[in-house]
């Protein structure tokens, strides 16, 4: 019995213990995304598309070291995460950044814990907080059902002034929103967040909204709500 057992048991630790699946995604713009798949559970898993800050960096790879950084988070909550890339000539807010993430989808999709009629959660902090707002409303026709919600931290949608855009909750109405906002960010101020948060809420957008006077801007002060994301994500239908 003992010697049967044996086999069994590796297989259980093995389980217990499996690491994330990290791949580089080289596009035929230059840039570099960054897919990981979690090493547990097994089975279908949401999407999450995750927008980085700061891309003023111009680093065109900046989506597959974001890939890296937030693996454990990814593996931990139980999600894919697909970290797209954008920089100063290519924005989260130009034409192009559309189609590079059309792109990415239709081919991390082919992966079977993905699918092509999987869950999609669009997520980013920063410029990607905007730029997750901007896609979803340009995406949504496209994505259709399979865009879940929109999660968004530390953001202001003021920013798209700078490159003639506006956003306009409308084209978010009926989805679900979850935005945190710090009280201390040293960017985008609470009560500015406070008016695009009745905006949306007047065009019936879904919102729910995380004010947390305490905390700034950086990912740093977000640590105790990104815990509480994976358990968020499984609420989603």
Known sequence: MRNRLFPVLLACAGSLFA????????????????????????????????????????DPAKGSKAARNMAAWADTSGFALLCPSAWPASPWFAPDAQVRLQKLVTLVSKDARIGATGKIVLAGTSDGG??????????????????????????NPSVLGNYGLEFQPGSLSGLTVRWAQGGNDRLFALDDVRAWWNRCLAARVRLESHPVPMAGHDMADWTADQNAFGSWLRTLK
């Open 19 to 58: 690491t994330p699946v990290v791949k580089d995604l080289a596009l035929p713009d230059g840039s570099t995304a960054g897919l990981v798949l979690p090493g547990h559970p097994k089975g279908k898993v949401t999407l999450v598309i995750w927008l980085h800050g700061g891309i003023g960096a111009n």
């Open 130 to 155: 905007t730029g997750a707002l901007w896609l979803a409303s340009q995406l949504r026709p496209a994505l259709g059902k399979r865009l879940k919600a929109v999660a968004v931290w530390s953001c």
